[in-house]
Nanobody
Framework: QVQLVESGGGLVQAGGSLRLSCAAS????????MAWFRRAPGKERAFVAG???????YYADSVKGRFTISRVNAKNTVYLEMNSLKPEDTAVYYC??????????????????WGQGTQVTVSS
């Protein structure tokens, strides 16, 4: 099983930017679909962005045009660039990995491996 460690969270003002990183170890994830989810206070964990092994990307409507997911296979790392942040983006952000080869996984149950999460707080 792959281990995932997120970093890069923090406190930022509305309109600001952050870049989250997800470092994978234990296995090479170049053939995996990777995704970011988030859990806002009082809400269930929700899909944010995904990138498949082909390099194709897909996003939740709430972040489309503001967030960008990318991967560097040589570093076994996935990133989430977050711009124009809003207070409603405040959440714990989780990295996840799907080793089945599907290209558009979005449900929590599609992902077998999860990181511990990193807190993102956006102040108004």
């Amino acid at each position: 099983q792959v281990q995932l460690v997120e970093s890069g969270g923090g406190l930022v003002q509305a309109g600001g930017s952050l870049r989250l990183s997800c470092a994978a170890s234990g296995r090479t994830v170049s053939s995996y679909t990777m995704a970011w989810f988030r859990r806002a206070p009082g809400k269930e964990r929700a899909f944010v962005a995904g990138i498949n092994w082909r390099g194709g990307t897909y996003y939740a409507d709430s972040v489309k045009g503001r967030f960008t997911i990318s991967r560097v296979n040589a570093k076994n790392t996935v990133y989430l660039e977050m711009n124009s942040l809003k207070p409603e983006d405040t959440a714990v952000y989780y990295c996840s990995a799907d080793d089945r080869g599907y290209i558009s996984s979005k449900a929590e149950g599609d992902f077998a491996s999860w990181g511990q999460g990193t807190q993102v707080t956006v102040s108004s």
